[in-house]
């Protein structure tokens, strides 16, 4: 389970954003190279105040690089930040102390190209938002999907509903476009969807017993997450009937970047929809016996749920 992984990583950080970068951060074996932000829950700038106000906390003195990148879709107007999930600073409404430094001057996008060119072949990026700086990159410098080790994104869904439209994923349904393009780009991509994030449920009851088993330096960390993760629960009992346990789409991705054993995959092509009236943002897989549609992706199908809490969950516990 423990491999050496170095890792960029993109996000609009709100709740499930925070519980994937804090799993990363005290995973053994992982380094985080940088941490680029892009619209999405709240504003590509709030949700660099909210990495760097996270990475203090979490490591005081930390200087991993946060980058601002896109605060807009690649083409189309922006739609809404989501206040009424995470709250109105993307952290459910959870104050962290201010971080003593500021995110860096180089664009997302040029930030993702230079490390990517420094270390071929070595890093993994992991998005937890829409595409649309990795769309962006890509025009920088379309030789990336030779370079970069891998992609794991939280993006999409195959089979389960969407949780926007009918059938689109917030990610893809925020910039279509930036997402048709990155998914038949040919990087070497591993899809999360609404399919393996929706069955595995974070609760109220997990994060209580955790408190009472946590490493004692991660006290404040699981505090956070539970504070934090309040506003996520309540949205998902008015939205979905949860009682007091919500999907951590992000915090899944991270895992299938870093602990691929508990999920299983099928490659499949991929396009997505950019122009229907009530399609938009939707993932199409030519699922065909002779496909003729898209570019193959891999794309995660199956989850081991009770194991991928229980293994996040042991990352912030003492030793039984
Ligand atoms: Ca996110």
């Known amino acids: 389970m423990t491999h050496n992984h170095r890792l960029l990583i993109d996000a609009d950080t709100g709740i499930d954003d925070a519980l994937a970068i804090l799993y990363?951060?005290?995973?053994?074996?992982v380094q985080v190279e940088g941490i680029t932000t892009v619209f999405g829950n709240t504003s590509a700038e709030q949700a660099a105040e909210n990495t760097l106000r996270l990475l203090e906390f979490a490591d005081p003195g930390c200087s991993i690089p946060v980058l601002l990148g896109a605060d807009r879709p690649l083409l189309r107007p922006l739609h809404p930040h989501s206040s009424h999930v995470h709250g109105e600073n993307g952290l459910g409404g959870v104050e962290l102390p201010r971080a003593p430094r500021s995110a860096g001057q180089e664009p997302a996008p040029d930030f993702l190209v230079r490390k990517v060119n420094e270390s071929p072949g070595e890093l993994t990026l992991v998005t937890l938002a829409s595409f649309t700086n990795l769309a962006l990159a890509l025009e920088l410098d379309p030789e990336l999907p030779r370079k970069?080790?891998?992609?794991?994104?939280?993006?999409?869904?195959?089979?389960?509903?969407?949780?926007?439209?009918?059938?689109?994923?917030?990610?893809?349904?925020?910039?279509?476009?930036?997402?048709?393009?990155?998914?038949?780009?040919?990087?070497?991509?591993t899809l999360v969807g609404l399919d393996v994030t929706m069955p595995v449920r974070l609760s109220k009851g997990h994060l209580r017993s955790l408190a009472d088993r946590a490493k004692p330096e991660e006290a404040a960390l699981?505090?956070?997450?539970a504070e934090a993760s309040e506003a996520y629960w309540a949205f998902y009992g008015h939205s979905n009937f949860f009682v007091e346990e919500a999907p951590m789409h992000d915090l899944l991705a991270m895992q299938a970047a870093l602990c691929p054993e508990l999920f299983t995959f099928q490659h499949m092509p991929l396009r997505v929809e950019c122009g229907g009236a009530l399609t938009t943002g939707m993932v199409v897989a030519d699922r065909r016996a002779i496909p003729r549609e898209g570019t193959g992706v891999n794309v995660c199908v199956g989850v081991h749920a009770e194991r991928a809490i229980g293994q996040f969950l042991s990352v912030f516990a003492q030793e039984a």
């Open 24 to 29: 990363a951060l005290r995973m053994p074996g």
């Open 148 to 189: 970069v080790k891998g992609v794991v994104s939280m993006a999409g869904t195959i089979d389960a509903p969407g949780n926007v439209t009918p059938v689109a994923e917030a990610n893809v349904y925020k910039d279509p476009e930036a997402a048709d393009r990155v998914l038949t780009s040919g990087l070497p991509i």
């Open 222 to 225: 699981v505090r956070f997450m």
